[in-house]
């Protein structure tokens, strides 16, 4: 599966270094993509803790290499249904005000590098909650790449009534 942009766009080293770098993720088979300068690791999620009384966004903690990560549903974030079963969840570790997360994805893809002037406003029929999360979006010949705007993300947490 090619995961050029649409337009084809094969430009100069000098153009090219420009590009910024996403990873890409899949949940509940969206295309997501987050800025590789935010991601610090990509691991298999196993043992999450669960926390109660939590926000339902928060699956739990685990420990990654004796450091306490807060795993977080990007499915309950984005308001998809839960997953069935499955042997093995993936996540990607960020850091965000000094403490580490870990979202929950279905699989974890490639990397992209595309030009920044390629990204496109969120449609405006993109749900309302989506939108909140998404700096914009990517036309790839055979898909849509949402960017996912990793603060708008995390800082639900921050806003948790007492």
Same mark, same amino acid.
């Given at each position: ?7 084809? #766009? ?5 153009a090219f270094?420009?590009? $910024?770098?996403y $990873?890409?993720?899949t949940v509940? !088979?969206?295309?997501?993509g ?12 196993s043992?999450?803790?669960s926390?109660?009384? @939590?926000?339902?966004e928060? @699956?739990?903690?685990l #420990?990654l290499?004796?450091?306490v990560?807060?795993?977080i549903?990007l499915r ?11 042997e093995r969840?993936?996540a990607? !570790?960020l850091?965000? *005000?000094?403490?580490?997360?870990g979202l929950?994805v279905d699989?974890?893809?490639?990397v992209?590098k595309l030009?920044?002037?390629g990204?496109?406003p #969120? ?8 939108a909140s999360l998404?700096?914009g979006?990517?036309?790839? *010949?055979d898909?849509?790449? $949402?960017i996912?705007?990793?603060e708008s993300?995390l ?6 009534? @007492?």
């Open positions: 599966m090619s995961m050029t942009p649409a337009n084809g #766009n094969s430009a100069g080293a000098k270094s420009r590009h $910024i770098e $990873i890409t993720v509940a !088979g969206q295309l997501l987050l800025a590789i300068d935010r991601v610090h690791d990509v691991f298999v999620a043992e999450i803790t926390v109660p009384l @939590a926000s339902p928060i @699956a739990g903690l #420990n290499r004796g450091r990560v807060t795993a549903s309950k974030r984005l308001h998809l249904p839960d997953p069935e079963a499955s969840r993936m990607v !570790g850091e965000y *005000h000094g403490e580490a997360y929950l699989e974890v893809g490639e992209l030009d920044p002037e990204l496109q #969120n449609p405006v029929h993109m749900d309302p909650r989506w998404s700096e979006v990517y036309q790839l *010949h898909r849509l790449l $949402i996912l705007d990793v993300v800082k639900f947490d921050t806003q948790l009534a @007492a």
